[in-house]
Each structure stands twice: as structure tokens, then as C-alpha cells.
């Protein structure tokens, strides 16, 4: 079996809140009235059970589908079960199964892994976790990976699909179209890999999660919890309907038919490596910690009176029913923190990410410019020539002025409301941006991180000197 790393962001390990880091991405797609009582976009957490020196967590998930020759061989009772040989028909994706039956090849593989110390070691080793397991990856693990993980922008991750070059989606996926599967399963790998490196994510076998179905209200779950979920459409599905969001709900049970487990011919399976998260060689202080810098973060940086307040108030009823309710509150208005601070922090992420866009538009705009000046004092030009250059030179010199104004009013906006998470934010969209492969972009967050840190020592005269830190001093239209 073949597996894919999947990083879902970086904290350095010194970072005492590193322990209880996560990403948040959307999940889901925007409202349409169809589906949206299934697959309505909901913000979600993500992060992975591995880690590395640098800080970098990720986890491991199935480059492919589970195949038919896997399932005979993990299925099997003992050695001689198992098939000596395996033709063409083993390399499609097992289907037929339901929820059990993946969960009971995770535990069959799981227990293959443990039969033998050094294999299991050598796993260890390979993944980085104590005491890994195979199990179905969850809804949120799968739909992380499905859309490009890291390796795609947040833009691209929110959009339906993953993107797709020429072919669009019958160069990746096996759907019930006529130039595709035509209702029947194809062998693993045979279209396009996704930006994870990751086949099969839409159509050929539709994937069983870990977790039971649940429906979605707004912006969030509902209460009610149902049967199994699958995700990814599969060769039964017409092309148009299969994404990044689609999930049905089929019953672990039912009376029809042969009554008993449900099994649908198109559901299949692909597995992740997982590991208990207060494992043996865990430290339980650093999450202690970690929670107490979280809840002092939010604390002081948004409602430091009302919390403390609350405390002191609890603290003089406390052994009462009054002082039971006050610490109640207090734990909701926490936790009510917690989640303001993260958004806020997407928020700044957005904000930082918009202003480096706008300064590359502007370094852009100056180069062009630098052109058209020089053309417009070339003294070998004729003067209609001249005027022609020296107007294009002011149209964009119009534009670079826009821009200027808008980024001067980016900083001193992250400047006076979000000073004090700039710095750190900042770090993480250069993360994310790197991970997708846009380094340039992430040098232009430095300069707003940069800037940001001059306008806040009051370095910048006015709305031009910061637009000139971005421009440098070698444009020879430059007033001196």
C-alpha cells in the first residue's frame, strides 16, 4: 500500500501552544438550495497526528482506493487464504462493502502491523507515530486531502474541485458518463492524480468515512447523528454532481433485500494511519499548558475585564449555586473567546494576504512604467510616438496611484486595529503560501510585516513614503 503525506500546517515546537495547533478550512460549498441541508459550507479544524523536527504536522493517507487483491489478502483467515497470484480483475477498487467491513480491514491490517515487533518498528519509524493504526479517515481528513490539501491556495481549496488542467473532470475521475466508466469500476490510478498526488478522490468507488452521517444546519452540524457517509461520488454518478463536497448517507442496517449490513456495489474504501492523541509517550502537562495559554491569549486580547470580573465574582461565591453558575459562564465566555480569536486571526490572514497581492500588483505596474518612460524620452522616437508611450506611462501611473492608496490603507488598518497578531499571522500565511508552492508572494508578506512594524514606530511621513518602501528608489519617474 501506497501512502501520501499530508501537511496541514506549521507551529514551531517551542510554541507553547503547539500542542493544541490545528488549521481551520472550509468544508462544504456555498448554499445553492439543492444539497444544502447535506453540504453546506461549515468552517473546520484540521491537523495531523505526526509531526516533524522542524514543526511541520501532517498525516498519512491512501494514495489509492483499497484494491481487491488488498482486501483478499488482509481479509484472508491465515496464510494459505491468501491468493498466490492476482490478475487485472484484483487491480479494481473493492466495492461492496459496508461501514463494518472497513472497519474490519483496518483492524485486520492493524493486527497484520502488530503480529511482528520489527514491522511494526519499521512502521513506527517510517510514520513518526506511537503505536499507529489503520483506520477510515474522517470526513474533515478526507475532504482536506480531496481538495489539495496545502499544496493548492485557499482560494482553490474553497472552489468545488480541485484544479484541473485540459480534460477537466474525465482526465480524473471515473464517473457514469459516456466517454468514462459507463457504470462500471475501473482500475485504481488509471486517470489523473490530484495536487496531493492522491487517485481516484472523485468517482470509481465512492469512500466510506469513519464517522457517522450528520446533516448540515447553516454554518455547523446538526444535533442528530444517522447512518454512514461516503464521499466523492463514484462511477454510478453523473460528472456534473461529483466535487469536493458531495457526502450521502446510507444505513449501517437495513430490512430490504438481504436484511442485515447495507452494501452498496460502489462503496469502497481508502485508509489513513492514525494513533491515539494521549498515548504512552505523550505529555499531558504541555496540553495543560497549551490550554492555559490559549484561554489567556483570548483572555487579555478581548475581554480582560468581563473575565475577570466573572472571577472575582465566582471567587466570592464560591461552594454556592450562584458561584456554580458564574464559573459556568465563565467557561462559555472563554471558549466564546477562543473562537472570536480565530476567526479574527483568519481575518488578519486575509488581510495580510490581500495587502501582498496588492504590492506585487504595484511592483508590477512600476515595471511596465519603467518601459514606457524610457520610451517616452527616447529622443530617436518621433514626438507623436513619444506622446503615445508617455499617455500609456500615465494610464498605468493612474493605476499604481489606486493601488498605492489601497495598500497605504491596508497598513495602517493592520496597523491601529491588529497590531499586536500581525507579526505571527503574517508567519503563517507565509507558511501556507510556501506550502502551495507561491514563495514570491511570501516575500511580499514580509514587506507588510515589515511595513506594519514601521507604521506602528510612526517611520512612515505619510500614505507616499509607505507606497516607496514598497517600490524601492531605482525608478528613474520617481520625484527625489
Known sequence: MAFRRVNTGQIAPSDPRAPLYDESFMMGRPASGQRSFIES????????????????????????????AQYKAVMAADASGCPASFGPAEAMPQTSLSWYDGMEFGRRLSSWLYADPQRLGAISQETGLTDPYIRLPTEVEWEFAARGGLRVSNTERSDDRFPMGSGGIDAYAWTNAPQSAQGNAKPIGTRRQNPLGLFDVYGNAAEIAQEPFRLTRGDRLHGEVGGFVVRGGSYLDDPQVVNSALRDEYPFFTSAGSRGEFRLRANGIRVIFGAAILNRAVDIDAFERAMDHISSDANEA???????????LAAHHDGDAIGEELKSLQGQLSSELMQRQELE????????????????????????????????????????????YLNKFND??????????????????????????????????KRGLIEAGNAELSNFVSGVDQNVGAETRGEHENSQAIAASVLGRDHTWLPR
Do not use: H
Request: avoid cysteine; charge should be neutral.
Open 41 to 68: 459550507r461549515r468552517p473546520e479544524y484540521i491537523t495531523g497526528a505526526a509531526d516533524d523536527k522542524n514543526g511541520t504536522r501532517y498525516y498519512l493517507i491512501g494514495k489509492y482506493e483499497v484494491t481487491v
Open 302 to 312: 478581548i475581554a480582560p475585564l468581563a473575565t475577570a470580573d466573572l472571577q472575582r
Open 345 to 388: 486571526g483568519r481575518l488578519v490572514r486575509s488581510l495580510i494576504v490581500n495587502a501582498a497581492l496588492m504590492a506585487r500588483e504595484m511592483n508590477l505596474t512600476a515595471k511596465v512604467m519603467d518601459v514606457y518612460f524610457e520610451f517616452s524620452q527616447d529622443q530617436t522616437s518621433t514626438s507623436e510616438e513619444r506622446r503615445v
Open 396 to 429: 498605468n501611473k493612474l493605476n499604481l496611484d489606486l493601488y498605492s492608496d489601497q495598500y497605504a490603507n491596508m497598513i495602517k488598518t493592520l496597523s491601529s486595529e491588529y497590531n499586536n497578531e500581525v507579526s505571527r499571522q503574517a508567519l503563517a500565511a
